[in-house]
């Protein structure tokens, strides 16, 4: 498989790190996803959908936090990978995040698996 690193951004509570695995954009935030930070995952996000890479995998096992901002972040993406033909698939959840997800009704809208590995397998039944 492909496993070249497409790149990173870093703020002092977000770092986001990307890299494409075969036909797929992997997006991996580690630490806080909230107002401040939303826009060093929604730029990755953004640059890999303007590069044909429309189904994108976020490997949120070292999300430790998510407000609404970065719920939207998603959702937008999501929506712009379902445009392209694709779409976002969540993986790894940390119950803290899981349940923002659970309470907003946002996992009815993803794809959401227990593993990175599932995800990049295509296990869409979780």
Avoid: W
């Amino acid at each position: 498989m492909d496993r070249g690193t497409v790149g990173s951004a870093q703020s002092g509570r977000l770092l986001v790190e990307v890299r494409q695995e075969g036909s797929n954009a992997v997006v991996t935030p580690a630490g806080e996803l909230d107002h401040h930070t939303a826009d060093l995952l929604r730029d990755p996000l953004e640059d890999c959908l303007a590069k044909g890479l429309s189904r994108l995998v976020v490997d949120c096992s070292r999300l430790e936090f998510c407000d609404s901002t970065g719920l939207n972040v998603l959702l937008g993406a999501r929506l712009k990978a379902e445009a392209a033909g694709g779409g976002v698939h969540l993986a790894g959840m940390q119950p803290v995040v899981a349940r923002v997800f659970e309470i907003t009704g946002a996992d009815a809208v993803f794809t959401v698996h227990d593993s990175l590995e599932a995800a990049l397998a295509g296990d869409d039944a979780g």
